[in-house]
């Protein structure tokens, strides 16, 4: 089992940044990928980034060169640093991992941009 916690989410004006962090705890060392998807209202859910355990990591179109995703030490923690955000990046941001026997979430955390 793994469990996923994020936070990190806000209200921010366009053009400027966030650092959302995802906590994971439990049978960490069986993930594999782990990263974020997006869901804003009325669409669906969509990947924004992810990790995987060789450091190899990918982006959806939309965020590329905007969004970084990073790992912290011991892989307990995933990071999303989202600059110059758009209000087209308004949604309820995801965490989650994979590992060989199931796909794990976090409860999500809130981005908006607005002015």
């Known amino acids: 089992q793994v469990q996923l916690v994020e936070s990190g989410g806000g209200l921010v004006q366009p053009g400027g940044s966030l650092r959302l962090s995802c906590a994971a705890s439990g049978s960490i060392f069986s993930i594999y990928t782990i990263g974020w998807y997006r869901q804003a209202p009325g669409k669906q859910r969509e990947l924004v980034a992810s990790i995987v355990s060789d450091g190899a990591t990918n982006y959806a179109d939309s965020v590329k060169g905007r969004f970084t995703i990073s790992r912290g030490n011991f892989r307990k923690w995933v990071y999303l640093q989202m600059d110059s955000l758009k209000p087209e990046d308004t949604a309820v941001y995801y965490c989650?991992?994979?590992?060989?026997?199931?796909?794990?979430w976090g409860q999500g955390t809130q981005v908006t941009v607005s002015s």
């Open positions: 989650y991992a994979e590992n060989a026997r199931d796909v794990y």
